[in-house]
């Protein structure tokens, strides 16, 4: 007799695997910061295939024997199986949280990171000791922001040794008509591989004599500001100013009349730092605070910022939202990411907010500019905020939020 099936039963939360099978060492890989019925897997198929290829061409490389870099590994699936093998492994990337989740992922694996290298997108390679005599091997995910893209290969292409072999990984739903090109400008004999895993490989050569240079970014105005803002590859909105940051800037308040107390301002997720910058022009008292887990948009606030003012100091908070901070904030301006990765999720938006709330000084107020058709307003009630909605248009809301 078949089994009665169980009515009562609760449907549990669907499993993510953790587990990562793969050519070199299995691994379990975790996204960080780990989130209860977390539905995104930390591992996909082009990691997989990059370390699938590295294993085929250097399977006569004893580990130690060969320069291995890795370049935008989102929680260490690639780089964790190759260290956990004895690899000397050097990441590259541009991301606190990624290079904090191969931290935690190594811990968990009791993997040791004593030959593991860190490295953000603007450090110099050729700074770090490469042994001249091994083969290097360059495994890198494809971005998604082909600037940012370019923008690293014309930096390996000018730090890597010549005959480095590079592998390109991407997946197939993310991988744009324009890789092979681009990846043409900077090495040698670009081959693509068939498909596998759902994902395609470029295979390529650094030696090229030519290295072109990259176009320039054109700066950007930001309505009230006295200067302009630099744009930098990888960071949000380095083209063109943000729709929301601009429908938040003319909100941004100064200090009452008469008010000469000084203020702690949070740029929260700064991006190139437009709205902290305009923060710290009309409170020119203030102790701003620029935070971001991108590399590279903490260089570009900071470049803005001394540039814009230079007899100013400021502070860079590089981690992952205000984690490490003991401030109280009067003033957090937010214009929260809604993605990770390629993936709308507004998980990493209700974090931030709840940095916001454990920082806000008693009377302190959080600006923020929201997609209207996401539910913020519910997220900062949960989050002991009652906010004032400030403006609207078709597209955004701009909310003032205080602690109740
Ligand atoms: N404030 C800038 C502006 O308005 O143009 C950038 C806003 S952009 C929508 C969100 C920013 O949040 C990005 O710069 C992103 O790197 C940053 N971010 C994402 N996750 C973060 C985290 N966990 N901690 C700190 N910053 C984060």
């Known amino acids: 007799m078949p089994a009665m099936k169980n009515t009562s ?47 085929e061409r250097f399977v006569d490389c004893a580990p130690g024997q060969i320069n291995v870099v890795v370049v935008n590994d989102s ?14 492994v050097k990441s590259i990337g541009d991301s606190w949280m990624s290079r904090e989740a191969l931290v935690v992922n190594a811990r968990d694996n009791e993997t040791d ?39 690293q290969l014309q930096q390996l292409a000018t730090q890597l040794p010549a005959q480095a072999t590079l592998i390109f990984g991407g997946m197939d739903k993310h991988m744009p008509n324009s890789t092979m090109k681009i990846v043409e400008k900077y090495f040698l004999e670009p081959a693509m591989s068939l498909g596998k895993f759902k994902a395609h490989l470029i295979v390529a050569t650094s030696g090229k004599i030519d290295i072109p240079k990259l ?46 107390a000084i203020r702690n301002i949070a740029d929260v997720g700064c991006g190139n730092g ?26 570009a606030a900071q470049h803005n910022a001394k540039h814009i003012f230079p007899q100013r100091s400021f502070h860079f908070h590089h981690n992952n939202g ?47 500019v929201a997609n ?11 989050n002991g905020f009652s906010a004032r909605l400030v403006d609207q248009n078709e597209k955004f809301i701009v909310l003032d939020a205080r602690i109740k």
């Open 75 to 88: 929680c260490g699936a690639v780089a964790l199986p190759l260290i956990a093998s004895g690899h000397h």
């Open 9 to 55: 039963q609760k449907k549990s939360a669907p499993h993510v695997e953790t587990h990562f099978d793969n050519e070199i060492s299995p691994v379990v890989v975790k996204r960080w910061p780990r989130r209860r019925g977390e539905k995104l897997r930390a591992w996909d198929g082009a990691d997989r295939f990059l370390l699938n290829a590295f294993s």
């Open 113 to 151: 990171l004593t030959h593991w290298t860190s490295l953000w997108p603007f450090d110099l390679l050729e700074a770090h000791t490469f042994d001249s005599a091994a083969p290097t091997c360059v495994l890198m995910r494809i971005p998604k922001d082909l600037g940012f893209f370019e923008y």
């Open 215 to 260: 176009a320039e970014i054109t700066p950007l105005k930001v309505p009230g500001l006295g200067g302009v803002v630099q744009g930098m590859p990888g960071v949000f909105a380095s083209q063109q100013l943000d729709i929301g940051a601009r429908f938040l800037l003319p909100h941004i308040p100064e200090p009452e009349e008469g008010d000469n």
């Open 322 to 368: 205000l984690d490490g901070l003991d401030v109280k904030f009067d003033l957090m301006l937010l214009n929260p990411p809604f993605h990770r990765g390629h993936a709308v999720d507004t998980g990493v938006a209700e974090m931030l907010i709840q940095h916001c709330a454990r920082h806000i000084a008693p009377k302190g107020r959080m600006l923020m």
């Open 274 to 299: 437009v709205l902290g910058l305009l923060a710290a022009q009309r409170d020119i008292n203030a102790n701003v605070y620029f935070c971001d887990e991108s590399a590279m948009a903490l260089h």
């Open 372 to 382: 209207r058709h996401l539910a913020y307003g519910p997220m900062l009630k949960r």
